[in-house]
């Protein structure tokens, strides 16, 4: 499948939710776009996600990378999917309320998601709903606050965003 038959795809699946698709080679901020990159809102991801790992013309059978980004007005999880049989690979970045970003889990779709939605949970405090297992990863559990969101305050290293 070609690249612009990818996204064809991904839009024709995606149809009914709010998704944008960006095309290939768009500059994003300096920066050209090589993979396929999606966004979406927050509550349309678990059945593209679903869309994404079951069509056999897709195959994404490989989450690779979960993150967040805070754009201090929002939250973004971006995930990176690769299809092993069919070697494409794309980016969906998911839009969260960033007084209360949720998500639903995909670590039931991809098991590879459990520790990095963990991990975006400890950095960031996105609540993966339905996760099997969302607690700290790396701090320890009296640790207050998300340490790489730009309004943490570090009174130790006093470091500022």
């Not at 590879?112 to 320890?140: K, M, S, V, W």
Request: contains cysteine.
């Amino acid at each position: 499948m070609s690249k612009e038959e990818l996204k064809l795809k991904i839009e024709e699946l995606a149809a009914a939710g709010a998704v944008k698709v960006l095309p290939f080679g768009e500059d994003l901020g300096g920066v050209a776009v090589d993979w396929l990159n999606v966004s979406i809102e927050a509550n349309d991801w678990l059945p593209l996600a679903q869309q994404l790992r079951n069509n056999a013309e897709l195959d994404f059978d490989f989450l690779f990378s979960v993150t967040g980004v805070d754009w201090k007005t929002h939250l973004t999880v971006v995930y990176h999917l690769r299809s092993i049989k069919h070697g494409h690979i794309v980016v969906v970045k998911a839009k969260c309320d960033r007084a209360k970003p949720e998500i639903e889990t995909v670590c039931n779709i991809w098991k590879t998601a459990e520790l990095n939605e963990r991990e975006a949970y400890d950095l960031f405090g996105i609540i993966f709903l339905n996760h099997p297992d969302l607690r700290r990863l790396f701090l320890t559990d009296d640790w207050e606050g998300w340490p790489l969101r730009k309004d943490y305050v570090d009174e130790v290293n006093i470091i500022k965003l």
